[in-house]
């Protein structure tokens, strides 16, 4: 009988093991998914938030190389890719050596967003979601010389912007988080009015005025969108100044 209870109870414990197993591979699984289809867990908008930060410095010091290197004027600065952008060619084209992502010129090449930064759960998906997008005729406020009137003063104070649309609220959160830039209320700057044109109007090196980030003066942040503007309320946008004017 001694034996039979070992036996007993041995299974049993084999069996709450299995069970525990399974509840930690269970929860292990729903960590790595990041929740929600329009959420992501904490560390892993952390890592994200320090790959589209390292990302954009690396554009930002790609444009500057080129102004010092091989004496681009900012008209002549060029975001036109050969893979995964369209709409950026300048009219005449660009020189090769003015091109961001070109390897005569800034020598970077163009990275596609990862699907998991961008909030999925907007209906329908935004024209601009799942590319990096730079922006014609807006200004940032506070930056080079564009001040709050930047968007209406006939001054060619636009500046060169790379903007990350459409992303995750809590990556935008973490992102400023890394920036030491305070979300108020647990949220992101809000926008006031328009942060790039309702046409998406892409930049192909001409500035005039239009549109305006105002974000205290920042040069690199993480804002939601304003109501009744573009990009409207509850949808969250990286922006990185490349050059300001």
């Known amino acids: 009988m001694k034996r039979i209870s070992e036996k007993g109870s041995a299974l049993f414990i084999i069996l709450i093991a299995v069970v525990l197993f399974a509840a930690l591979a269970y929860s292990v699984a729903q960590m790595m998914k990041g929740g929600s289809p329009d959420t992501i867990s904490v560390e892993k908008s952390r890592l994200a938030g320090n790959e ?4 954009a410095r690396a554009m930002r010091q790609a444009a500057q190389n080129i102004k ?4 681009c004027a900012d008209a002549d600065i060029s975001f036109e890719a050969t893979t995964g952008l369209v709409g950026y060619g300048h009219t005449p084209a660009a020189n090769d050596m003015c091109k961001l992502f070109h390897p005569n010129g800034g020598s970077l090449v163009y990275q596609e967003p990862v699907p998991e930064w961008l909030d999925i759960s907007i209906s329908p998906a935004p024209a601009l979601q799942g590319q990096w997008y730079f922006p014609a005729s807006t200004c940032a406020v506070g930056t ?3 001040d709050a009137t930047c968007n209406t003063d006939t001054n060619s104070n636009e500046a060169l912007i790379a903007v990350l649309p459409y992303i995750k609220k809590n990556l935008c959160i973490q992102i400023n988080k890394l ?3 305070v ?3 647990g949220t992101p700057p809000l926008e006031t009015l328009n942060a790039w044109p309702v046409a998406a109007l892409k930049y192909t090196g ?3 005025d239009g549109e305006k980030i105002d974000q205290a003066g920042r040069q690199v942040g993480c ?3 304003a109501v009744a503007s573009t990009p409207g309320p509850k949808t969250y946008h ?4 490349i050059i300001p004017r």
């Open 179 to 181: 920036l030491g830039v």
């Open 68 to 71: 010092i290197s091989h004496g």
């Open 52 to 55: 589209i930060l390292n990302y």
């Open 144 to 146: 080079g010389t564009a």
């Open 206 to 208: 001409d500035f005039t």
């Open 238 to 241: 990286f922006f990185q100044v």
């Open 223 to 225: 804002f939601e969108g």
């Open 183 to 185: 979300n108020p209320g």
